[in-house]
């Protein structure tokens, strides 16, 4: 499994935009870049998955570059109601998903 | 769609008793669900992959004897903590995913918050 390296936390204000950058210099040709959410005592929501270049979704884009060894999840004029644990995953289609520490988003008003 | 349930969603036992965790997909057929553990404010760790009609797999390190799993349909799996200790009081998370998707796209369900007496 590719291991992912995050910021641990990072504050916010509400109305504006976040990323989040996940690197993964050993990712494989294979693998896929999946991020969740996870609010507290929630169990984790799956957001947007991508392989390569931009994905976007009615929450957010996930920005892949072309060589592929970091994403970056935007979150598009947050609100309170995005403070959250986001987890970036990289892995194959072999069920093993391998959760990180996360980044802590914390949105204020 | 996509939703998967956990009941109950918190439940106390005492040491020494057994506790069963269901977990169900609720509006699609799931061949494969997993079974992970957070501790508070860490991450979460997988437990054991659970296919339908077969044994789980579980990580290393996961007691399978106190760690029962049973994975009897597509939309069901159980995980059954026998003689239960506080220190596996814990917050118990299951996901699954599509029967025809990607086993790395889960969806998960909202947990149980087991506590240990």
């Known amino acids: 499994l590719a291991k992912t390296t995050q910021p641990i936390s990072m504050d916010s204000y509400e109305g504006q935009e976040v990323n989040i950058t996940c690197s993964h210099n050993n990712i494989a040709t294979n693998d896929y870049i999946t991020w969740y959410q996870q609010f507290p005592s929630q169990g984790p929501r799956f957001i947007i998955q991508g392989y390569k270049t931009k994905v976007t979704n009615e929450v957010a884009s996930l920005f892949i570059p072309a060589d592929r060894k970091s994403s970056t999840l935007s979150l598009p004029r947050v609100s309170l109601s995005d403070t959250a644990v986001y987890y970036c995953?990289?892995?194959?289609?072999?069920?093993?998903?391998?959760f990180g520490a996360g980044t802590t988003v914390t949105v204020r008003a | 769609g996509a939703v998967v349930s956990q009941h109950p969603s918190r439940v106390i036992c005492k040491s020494g008793t057994s506790v069963k965790i269901e977990c169900r997909s609720l509006?699609?057929?799931?061949?494969?669900m997993f079974w992970y553990r957070q501790f508070p404010k860490k991450s979460l760790m997988l437990m054991a992959t659970?296919?339908?009609?077969?044994?789980?797999?579980?990580e290393q390190g996961v007691e399978k004897d106190k760690f029962l799993i049973n994975h009897a349909s597509l939309t069901l799996s159980t995980l059954t903590v026998t003689s239960a200790h506080p220190e596996d009081s814990s917050f118990y998370i299951c996901s699954a995913s599509f029967t025809s998707g990607r086993s790395d796209e889960q969806y998960f369900g909202p947990g149980t918050r087991l506590t240990v007496t």
């Open positions: 659970s296919n339908e009609g077969s044994k789980a797999t579980y």
């Open positions: 995953l990289v892995g194959g289609n072999d069920y093993k998903l391998s």
């Open positions: 509006d699609f057929q799931a061949t494969t």
